[in-house]
DNA sequence: CTCGAGCACACC
DNA sequence: GTGTGCTCGAGT
């Protein structure tokens, strides 16, 4: 028997080694296995048994070992993966890694705490202190503290003897006794005391008591939605569901409404939220509805070890619902019946390496393998997806009014342009912005001030020459922050101290322009000094805690005015928020060479509106722009998505963007520039040949926006086509399923020396 | 004549 | 992705 493997490596190939004798009862397909490839030892996926080996038998060598137990990827996640590695140009083996935790291919099995016990019943532990054979002074207190501590938890992976005999952590023998570990060690040695390692059960929630809540009565809106969406899953049939639902318009109550209808039918939900929005407020809402045990988190602040065991609760079926960001798409559930998107449109759901996946598409190939049903929802969905529902391809389902007929906060322009500061620049804020703030705050609400820059200067300028203090890896120009006293690199994360003089003309007196998050927090603490201000973007928020901290002083009132940037964009629900302040929203408009920057500018703007008007007071959204014309703003400060739609699609189909096109992104990057732009040019060339049969288009080569990232020049290439199949013709016939390294060997001499890497459908064209 | 860099190739 | 062996030019 032979075993047909493929490695996680940019190798899209198959190679077969011999089984065996004493491992072909246990290698089946999907399992993981050890061989030899090359010189050294590889894990490679078993994804076939053959009778026959195509390679001459002498070449062929055996399997090492087989490292799994049962089979890590069923038919399905084979299926699935295979497709994957097809659609995004890497190789199956690439693909199949992607979808195991690095958790749980180390075999982690969660965070452990050595535990002590006693090894025998109390008496004969008594009996022992007791007895002639004197114990140490130290051995003696251990024991005596573990037979008065009567700490008897019936632990559930403690083996049966430990039942009922005091069992106390290691650490904490150590503590309380102010030992060191040799006595515990001793009384281990001599079988009085046993130690053996438990595995913490990871639960996110064990610091905090939920109040559990009730299904809200739905309005005629959700109730609409609830009902296609049962009737699927009671049907048992794929469907995509477009979910637009305007901020606060109660979409998570249709999720968990359509979550309990789907427990009570055995399956398993995933929900896929972007990595911002995962917050606490978030997780509450879904674990007050539902048992804790039931749920499985797998978010960023994870490490590894617990990641491993939330996702070993998924696959033993534990846990019935998912929440997570992105990979979550890939969770290991046996019995999937619904997967839901919750804001669809974020960019965040796309990996932006390989395998370069867009988790939306991923979760609707899913669904549709398992029969299950697929809820995007967003308030602006993205353009793609609109376009796909008015195709029919998704079924679109509004949820036109917020929940108990709270109107949307009006949203008022300041046009920038108009405001001058006596300084003779313009201000960070307006007069009415500074009014505003004042007057709820004299009101005793609670207020967000949205900006989308951290840092404290975003630009570092020399007055006499001009010239801005960039990072010399990335050519990006360096944000200076306060709190460091440090220049960072936002790209690639190099800090400096902040440069005297100029580093062009040696000018001594450098201007720090521009404003970040940092700037604002420090100016509005100047501005409203007897109020609590808090600031939330990813220098703070480094841990879960913090942010949790945060968010809780947001709830309780403690903090009056936060500021932040994306962070505070998403998810946050607080009723007493009655006024958005956005400082900045244009950055997203001034980025070059991304189509889709006023789409991004339009959802940027109603999300951060869509966090204020939350309760009975009311909200009002002030928005500070120096583009008050462009239809972005304007449509996004009207909430009228449909009109915002209408004019952006028309840009689109005008340009041939997508939804229109379909593109495909060539990156090429490497420390030499002349090197990468060989290569892009010959790639080009060659493809250029190619296209004249073809409904395809080439835009470039160009340097990439961002043209030096950590030392590398990029350059990039975009290809755009009427279908995907005509994309697919293009570079599967010319360079052959094994694509990249085709491309590497074909085009480019030097293959060490530059990075090509094929985006399809890109989301960022930085 | 030796050694390292740069590159093509193979990896079962 | 990465080790190997080949070729080529600079250096002992």
């Known amino acids: 028997m032979y075993a047909e493997i493929v490695f996680p490596i940019p190798l899209n190939k198959k190679f077969h080694y011999s089984v065996p004798s004493e491992l072909t009862s246990r290698l089946q397909v999907g399992m993981r296995v050890l061989a030899q490839f090359g010189t050294r030892l590889q894990t490679g996926y078993c994804i076939g048994l053959v009778t026959h080996s195509p390679i001459a038998e002498e070449k062929v060598k055996p399997i090492e070992a087989v490292i799994d137990n049962e089979p890590m990827f069923d038919e399905k996640m084979l299926t699935l993966t295979r497709w994957m590695a097809e659609y995004y140009f890497c190789s199956w083996g690439q693909a199949l890694e992607a979808v195991v935790p690095s958790g749980v291919r180390k075999q982690m099995t969660g965070q452990h705490e050595l535990m002590v016990t006693l090894a025998m019943p109390r008496e004969k532990i008594q009996a022992e202190i007791k007895s002639a054979t004197?114990?140490?002074?130290?051995?003696?207190?251990?024991?005596?503290?573990?037979?008065?501590?009567?700490?008897?938890?019936?632990?559930?992976?403690?083996?049966?003897?430990?039942?009922?005999?005091?069992?106390?952590?290691?650490?904490?023998?150590?503590?309380?006794?102010?030992?060191?570990?040799?006595?515990?060690?001793?009384?281990?040695?001599?079988?009085?005391?046993?130690?053996?390692?438990?595995?913490?059960?990871?639960?996110?929630?064990?610091?905090?008591?939920?109040?559990?809540?009730?299904?809200?009565?739905?309005?005629?809106?959700?109730?609409?939605?609830?009902?296609?969406?049962?009737?699927?899953?009671?049907?048992?049939?794929?469907k995509a569901v477009l979910l637009h639902g305007i901020t606060g318009s109660g979409k998570t109550e249709v999720y968990l409404q359509a979550i309990e209808y789907l427990l009570s039918q055995g399956r398993q939900a995933i929900i896929l939220v972007p990595e911002i929005a995962l917050t606490p407020q978030t997780i509450f809402r879904f674990r007050s509805?539902?048992?804790?045990?039931?749920?499985?988190?797998?978010?960023?602040?994870?490490?590894?070890?617990?990641?491993?065991?939330?996702?070993?609760?998924?696959?033993?079926?534990?846990?019935?619902?998912?929440?997570?960001?992105?990979?979550?798409?890939?969770?290991?559930?046996?019995?999937?019946?619904?997967?839901?998107?919750?804001?669809?449109?974020?960019?965040?759901?796309?990996?932006?390496?390989?395998?370069?996946?867009?988790?939306?598409?991923?979760?609707?190939?899913?669904?549709?393998?398992?029969n299950a049903v697929l809820i995007l929802g967003s308030a602006t969905p993205s353009l793609e997806s609109f376009y796909k529902a008015s195709a029919g391809e998704y079924t679109r389902i509004e949820l036109?009014?917020?929940?108990?007929?709270?109107?949307?906060?009006?949203?008022?322009?300041?046009?920038?342009?108009?405001?001058?500061?006596?300084?003779?620049?313009?201000?960070?804020?307006?007069?009415?912005?500074?009014?505003?703030?004042?007057?709820?705050?004299?009101?005793?609400?609670?207020?967000?001030?949205?900006?989308?820059?951290?840092?404290?200067?975003?630009?570092?300028?020399?007055?006499?020459?001009?010239?801005?203090?960039?990072?010399?890896?990335?050519?990006?120009?360096?944000?200076?922050?306060?709190?460091?006293?440090?220049?960072?690199?936002?790209?690639?994360?190099?800090?400096?101290?902040?440069?005297?003089?100029?580093?062009?003309?040696?000018?001594?007196?450098?201007?720090?322009?521009?404003?970040?998050?940092?700037?604002?927090?420090?100016?509005?603490?100047?501005?409203?000094?007897?109020?609590?201000?808090?600031?939330?973007?990813?220098?703070?928020?480094?841990?879960?805690?913090?942010?949790?901290?945060?968010?809780?002083?947001?709830?309780?009132?403690?903090?009056?005015?936060?500021?932040?940037?994306?962070?505070?964009?998403?998810?946050?629900?607080?009723?007493?928020?009655?006024?958005?302040?956005?400082?900045?929203?244009?950055?997203?408009?001034?980025?070059?060479?991304?189509?889709?920057?006023?789409?991004?500018?339009?959802?940027?703007?109603?999300?951060?509106?869509?966090?204020?008007?939350?309760?009975?007071?009311?909200?009002?959204?002030?928005?500070?722009?120096?583009?008050?014309?462009?239809?972005s703003i304007r449509y996004g400060s009207t909430h009228d998505y449909l009109a915002f739609a209408r004019e952006e699609l028309k840009h689109r189909q005008e340009l041939n963007y997508p939804p229109f096109s379909q593109l495909l992104r060539i990156l090429v990057e490497g420390r030499d520039i002349e090197k990468v732009k060989t290569a892009i040019t010959k790639i080009s060339d060659r493809l250029t040949k190619q296209i004249t049969r073809l409904p395809v288009e080439l835009l470039g080569p160009a340097p990439a926006p961002l043209a030096k990232i950590k030392g590398k020049h990029r350059w990039h290439l975009l290809i755009k086509s009427k279908d995907i199949a005509s994309l697919q013709a293009l570079l599967y016939n010319e360079t052959t399923a094994d694509s990249l390294k085709q491309l590497t060997k074909e085009f480019v001499s030097s293959s060490r020396a530059i990075k090509i890497s094929l985006d399809m459908e890109p989301v960022s064209l930085l």
């Not at 005391?193 to 595995?199: A, E, G, I, N, S």
């Open 134 to 238: 004197k114990l140490p002074p130290q051995q003696a207190r251990v024991l005596k503290f573990l037979l008065d501590s009567d700490i008897s938890v019936p632990l559930r992976d403690s083996p049966d003897v430990h039942r009922g005999l005091p069992t106390l952590s290691y650490q904490e023998v150590l503590n309380r006794l102010k030992i060191s570990p040799a006595p515990v060690d001793a009384l281990r040695r001599k079988k009085l005391l046993k130690v053996f390692r438990r595995t913490l059960d990871y639960d996110p929630f064990l610091d905090t008591s939920i109040p559990h809540t009730s299904p809200f009565t739905p309005t005629p809106e959700q109730a609409h939605a609830l009902e296609i969406i049962k009737q699927s899953l009671d049907r048992n049939e794929f």
């Open 289 to 370: 509805r539902f048992d804790s045990n039931q749920i499985a988190i797998l978010h960023s602040y994870l490490s590894e070890g617990p990641r491993a065991q939330q996702w070993h609760k998924i696959r033993d079926g534990t846990a019935k619902i998912v929440i997570g960001a992105r990979s979550a798409v890939f969770a290991p559930t046996t019995k999937l019946g619904l997967i839901v998107i919750d804001e669809e449109h974020e960019p965040s759901f796309k990996q932006e390496n390989v395998p370069m996946y867009h988790a939306r598409d991923i979760a609707q190939m899913r669904a549709r393998q398992e």
């Open 400 to 631: 036109p009014y917020r929940i108990e007929q709270r109107p949307l906060p009006p949203v008022e322009i300041i046009d920038l342009t108009h405001e001058i500061s006596p300084k003779n620049s313009h201000p960070v804020l307006s007069k009415k912005m500074e009014l505003a703030i004042s007057e709820e705050l004299a009101q005793g609400n609670q207020i967000i001030l949205f900006l989308n820059r951290r840092g404290f200067a975003t630009l570092i300028i020399c007055p006499r020459c001009g010239a801005i203090i960039r990072c010399p890896r990335c050519q990006v120009a360096f944000t200076y922050h306060k709190e460091l006293n440090q220049v960072l690199c936002h790209y690639c994360n190099e800090t400096h101290p902040p440069p005297t003089v100029c580093p062009e003309c040696g000018h001594p007196q450098l201007k720090y322009r521009g404003t970040g998050t940092e700037k604002v927090e420090e100016l509005i603490k100047r501005l409203f000094k007897e109020y609590q201000i808090a600031r939330m973007d990813s220098d703070i928020m480094t841990t879960y805690r913090a942010y949790k901290k945060t968010l809780s002083a947001l709830d309780t009132g403690k903090v009056n005015i936060l500021i932040g940037t994306q962070m505070v964009a998403k998810g946050l629900d607080f009723p007493n928020v009655t006024l958005v302040g956005i400082i900045s929203s244009d950055t997203a408009l001034y980025l070059t060479g991304d189509f889709r920057s006023a789409e991004r500018t339009f959802q940027l703007v109603t999300h951060v509106a869509g966090r204020t008007g939350r309760g009975p007071k009311g909200g009002r959204v002030l928005l500070q722009t120096f583009k008050p014309n462009h239809y």
